[in-house]
């Protein structure tokens, strides 16, 4: 069973550019979960969407916005990037089935380096 | 959100059981614990979750005091590969796929 792929591994982006990044989720899950990890503030979480709508928003700017598609693999976009917008951009997916008893699988993630 | 108080750092032993303790005190009745765990340069993994009741899964056991306040990972041999930070986490549910993580315990196996 194929587990969480993001894309690119690695990107390297100028200061003002924009940068969309992918994730697929592991078949049949609906709930995917977007997380920025820096050596500062360790892991944050950004948005969650399922069924194609964002269900939950962390505490980030308008700059960072995603979406998901009819086939739950979902993308997020970073417009206007900053230099502290280098991280390591996590994506997880989960089954989400009603009661809250699941868990989730990370994907490797994209590392962002913005120069 | 409920917050949690784990160890910086703990050190065990290569094939040794080892404990790793988390405070979750402000836990609410709903909130599922999930433990999560991060090599160096990979995402984070998942490990075990738990409501009431002990877990075991082939990874891990989670023992969970019965006032739900603390809960324990244990896993029965520690590996070389088993060295990562180590995050408990008290998932409520009704916050989707919103985890919190905290800054976790870094776990380093001697051989």
């Known amino acids: 069973k194929a587990g969480v792929t993001q894309t690119p591994r690695y990107l390297i982006k100028t200061r003002g550019q924009q940068v969309t990044l992918s994730c697929s989720p592991i078949?049949?899950?609906?709930?995917v979960s977007w997380y920025q990890q820096t050596p500062g503030q360790g892991l944050q979480f950004l948005f969650e969407?399922?069924?194609?709508?964002?269900?939950n928003k962390g505490n980030f700017p308008g700059r960072f916005s995603g979406r998901q598609f009819s086939n739950s693999r979902s993308e997020m976009n970073v417009s206007t990037l900053e230099l502290g917008d280098s991280a390591l951009y996590l994506c997880a997916s989960s089954l989400a089935v009603e009661g809250g008893n699941y868990g989730y699988t990370f994907g490797s993630g994209t590392r962002l380096t913005v120069v | 959100d409920a917050k949690t108080t784990q160890p910086n750092s703990m050190e065990s032993n290569e094939e040794e059981p080892v404990h790793l303790p988390c405070n979750h005190s402000?836990?609410?009745?709903?909130?599922?614990i999930h433990w999560y765990r991060q090599l160096p340069s990979q995402g984070p993994e998942y490990v075990i979750h738990g409501l009431t009741s002990n877990v075991n899964n082939r990874m891990a056991s989670l023992a969970i005091a019965e006032d739900r306040k603390s809960s324990t990972l244990i896993l029965h041999r520690a590996t070389l590969r088993d060295a990562a930070v180590y995050y408990c986490i008290p998932r409520d549910y009704n916050q989707g796929g919103k985890l919190i993580f905290g800054q976790g315990t870094e776990l380093s196996v001697k051989p």
């Open positions: 078949s049949g899950h609906r709930s």
């Open positions: 969407y399922f069924s194609e709508t964002q269900r």
């Open positions: 402000t836990i609410s009745g709903t909130d599922y």
